[in-house]
């Protein structure tokens, strides 16, 4: 093998993943909202999640895609765990499509044909001004590129004789007569490799290969696609390692589910792996120097279909042994990852700090967590009853340094989506998607003006602190005046976090109109009371400029919402 075959492998893997990628990443753009709405809501028992599950991943072709999926869902709070589980293993099972399309187009029928005349048909679909139409090119493009690459692999493998290279087949014997170690160590081998190309299809195309050219004995085939089911729950795990509690359990509930499948098989290896083989007529222990050469042939050729059927075998017996036990492994992964009594408050909640997941899903990350940044800044508008109500000096002091502590993260959370957004803008988006990224920008930059607002109320008590009292009717004109702005928030996120088609702009107007209209009122009183001398001139400078940031916020809050509403403008005057 020279150093050119090592490098049209690689180049062959790379295409084959490529095409997968391409063509998973086009149908999610294509019917990616559809697909969403069927993932959320499809999952009404551990049946129904295990069918949608199976579903979505024999659809978009990529297992990885629907757990990444799932454990965002789960992140945000969307899926409950138990769903979360019978989806994972449903995705199990639906990536056992992609290993019979490979053995039957892959290795039986030849598709280079066909593939060039995909990849002509997708090039009018490609230059679309229309996003769906874009998309579905992008899908023609990618299913064309699997293909080639699958062929491509499978051509170039057969034009170098690994049957006659004598260090590989020596590799494999010499690796294969260590009893139970060798199954052991090519369940390593394939998990690792799974790993690092973060692909259990690509794997799966070489192992395929290796035993149809029958450099690879059955059993250390079928060990890798063991491993290969291990490999695979590591993207998810490490996809999940920044995300929330519930997220990082349902990830490590599909480690869970696989590790258990491997554990069983190898207790039973050899006999269930000669059950498969003989479902297709083949000895697993038949000694090939003992047979002609057309009969090594059909075994070899019949050796892709038998690893198709393993890999079917395995995740639909195993999710038939545990769909029973789901509550089982939901207590399990919640013990082993306990939730966190002092888990930090102020941090991201949904938007994943490790791998990304695809551009039109990681809208729907961003979307949630500007809700959140939404719950927030109403949670640091509720602190600000307290502090005018505060009179102990240590106890004011405590409360506005937590007010400040909120504004800082307030304007961390702005730059963190803002910078989450500008990468998921890097990717292929759809219009839609597009214009999604500039409505989000501007809601966080509308809320954190909200913060700002919020941060200058305090100030404000700060330097009246101890110095200028407010009297009783400003005391409660201003607690009307906060009570007004409060049901505003409130109703912002209502918007934030339903469907903009629910929503009825008129509150939203009627809102700020009593607003603007108390507002007048308190600014033309005050100027009147300041005459009267109820109350030094300074009380009254803190007083309207108090009045003020909160009107301010009731303007932030329309901003909000109308970006909500896809520019929509609320207020004309």
């Excluded at 230059?127 to 690459?149: A, D, H, I, P, T």
């Excluded at 349902?250 to 050899?270: E, S």
Aim: charged residues 20%; proline residues 1%; hydrophobic residues 45%.
């Amino acid at each position: 093998m020279t150093f050119f075959d090592v490098v049209m492998v690689l180049g062959c893997l790379a295409l084959l993943m490529f095409g997968m990628k391409t063509m998973s990443e086009g149908l999610q753009k294509f019917a990616g909202g559809t697909l969403r709405k069927i993932l959320s809501a499809m999952t009404t028992n551990r049946f129904a999640g295990v069918l949608t599950g199976a579903g979505v991943t024999a659809a978009i072709q990529s297992s990885t895609a629907t757990t990444l999926m799932t454990v965002s869902f789960v992140n945000a709070g969307l899926l409950t765990l138990i769903q979360a589980i019978s989806v994972i293993m449903g995705a199990n099972i639906g990536t056992t499509f992609t290993a019979w399309i490979m053995a039957l187009f892959g290795f039986t029928i030849d598709l280079s044909k066909l593939s060039w005349l995909l990849f002509a048909c997708a090039i009018p679909f490609i230059f679309s001004n229309k996003g769906s139409r874009k998309s579905f090119g992008e899908f023609l493009f990618g299913f064309s590129f699997m293909f080639l690459g699958l062929i491509t692999l499978r051509t170039h493998a057969a034009e170098m004789n690994l049957q006659d290279n004598m260090a590989v087949v020596n590799f494999f014997r010499v690796t294969g007569d260590w009893g139970f170690l060798s199954v052991l160590l090519y369940v390593v081998i394939g998990g690792l490799l799974t790993l690092c190309v973060q692909s259990s299809a690509a794997i799966m195309a070489i192992t395929m290969i290796l035993c149809s050219t029958g450099v690879l004995p059955i059993y250390q085939g079928i060990a890798l696609v063991m491993g290969e089911n291990i490999g695979t729950t590591l993207t998810s795990n490490i996809a999940a390692m920044s995300a929330n509690t519930s997220a990082r359990r349902a990830a490590l509930a599909h480690l869970v589910f696989n590790t258990f499948g491997v554990i069983w098989v190898l207790i039973v290896f050899k006999p269930f792996v000669r059950l498969i083989c003989r479902l297709w007529g083949v000895d697993a222990d038949a000694d090939t120097s003992l047979m002609d050469a057309q009969a090594v042939a059909d075994m070899n050729f019949k050796l892709t279909f038998i690893l198709a059927t393993f890999h079917t075998a395995f995740n639909v017996i195993n999710t038939g042994i545990l769909i029973g036990f789901i509550k089982k492994i939901e207590k399990l992964v919640c013990r082993l990852i306990p939730a966190k009594d002092d888990e930090e408050d102020f941090r991201l909640r949904y938007i994943p700090q490790g791998i990304m997941s695809t551009s039109e899903l990681s809208l729907f990350e961003a979307q949630k967590e500007t809700a959140h940044f939404g719950t927030r800044t109403l949670r640091m508008f509720s602190l600000i009853y307290d502090l005018l109500k505060i009179k102990d000096e240590k106890e004011f002091v405590k409360l506005y340094t937590r007010i400040e502590k909120y504004e800082n993260i307030s304007d961390n959370m702005e730059v963190e989506i803002a910078n989450y957004l500008t990468k998921v803008s890097e990717g292929r988006l759809s219009p839609e998607g597009k214009q999604k990224v500039q409505a989000i920008l501007r809601e966080v930059s509308e809320l954190e003006s909200i913060c700002d607002s919020i941060y200058n109320l305090a100030r404000t008590l700060n330097r009246k602190f101890g110095h200028n009292e407010f009297t009783e009717e400003q005391y409660d004109n201003l607690h009307h005046m906060m009570s007004l702005v409060d049901d505003d928030l409130k109703l912002m996120m209502q918007f934030l976090e339903k469907n903009s088609k629910e929503l009825d702009k008129t509150v939203i107007i009627n809102q700020e109109h009593e607003i603007n209209h108390f507002r007048t009122q308190l600014r033309d009183r005050n100027i009147q009371d300041v005459n009267d001398r109820k109350y030094p001139y300074q009380t009254g400078v803190y007083y309207i400029d108090m009045v003020g940031d909160l009107e301010k916020i009731g303007d932030y809050v329309v901003n909000v919402c109308e970006a909500r509403l896809g520019g929509q403008k609320i207020i004309t005057d």
